[in-house]
T-cell receptor
Framework: GNSVTQMEGPVTLSEEAFLTINCTYT??????LFWYVQYPGEGLQLLLK?????DKGSNKGFEATYRKETTSFHLEKGSVQVSDSAVYFC?????????????FGKGTLLTVNP | GAVVSQHPSRVICKSGTSVKIECRSL??????MFWYRQFPKQSLMLMAT?????????EQGVEKDKFLINHASLTLSTLTVTSAHPEDSSFYIC??????????????FGQGTRLTVV
């Protein structure tokens, strides 16, 4: 079946540090890949996505590249801010089918200290 | 982006009682809504797909008589946890997609409901 594995947190960084949150997936074909962010007390928000191999999704300084050869979609940001503190979820939608069903990773809690 | 409102955000109930959770799309019509459950330090697990005007589609292993889903309008879906027990304590979250969804259509999430059964 389909699955998403992301690095376990929590991750604690100082402001302006470089961030990487690893995400690998298992799925047949070419799934669409997503990163969602959940700020404290709020619902999940789409951060970025990529729908085909070698695509790079980017938003708010975050980037992730769809790597088919390594089945990965690692999230990166060059300089994190305190306001980036949140839980980050990697997710996929399998190729084929007509339903919009997301398979999520377990989430990674990021805390950025001033 | 579009807004999905989920209510209540927290609820504590006694074992054996039923609890209803509402999920509303505030500024768009959602023909399809999804209900997820999240255990501590676990992934969000899809429980069911709620389709307006028809029966919900439940994922394998989810008891349909335990988790009643009603999608009575294009802006409202409800999840009722019937005869709740402590093992039903969890974080429940809904999402909604606009009409004509596909793989490239964004799903918008509610803020979630923390259910505690005592």
């Amino acid at each position: 079946g389909n699955s998403v594995t992301q690095m376990e947190g929590p991750v604690t960084l100082s402001e302006e540090a470089f961030l990487t949150i690893n995400c690998t997936y298992t799925a047949t074909g070419y799934p669409s890949l997503f990163w969602y962010v959940q700020y404290p007390g709020e619902g999940l928000q789409l951060l970025l996505k990529a729908t085909k191999a070698d695509d790079k999704g980017s938003n708010k300084g975050f980037e992730a590249t769809y790597r088919k050869e390594t089945t990965s979609f690692h999230l990166e940001k060059g300089s994190v801010q305190v306001s980036d503190s949140a839980v980050y979820f990697c997710a996929l939608i399998p190729s084929g089918g007509s339903n919009y069903k997301l398979t999520f990773g377990k989430g990674t809690l990021l805390t950025v200290n001033p | 982006g579009a807004v999905v409102s989920q209510h209540p955000s927290r609820v504590i109930c006694k074992s054996g009682t039923s609890v209803k959770i509402e999920c509303r799309s505030l500024d768009f019509q959602a023909t399809t809504m999804f209900w997820y459950r999240q255990f501590p330090k676990q992934s969000l697990m899809l429980m069911a797909t709620s389709n307006e005007g028809s029966k919900a589609t439940y994922e394998q292993g989810v008891e349909k008589d335990k988790f009643l889903i009603n999608h009575a309008s294009l802006t409202l879906s409800t999840l009722t946890v019937t005869s709740a027990h402590p093992e039903d304590s969890s974080f429940y979250i809904c999402s909604a997609s606009q009409a004509g969804y596909g793989r490239d259509t964004e799903a918008f999430f509610g803020q979630g409901t923390r259910l505690t059964v005592v």
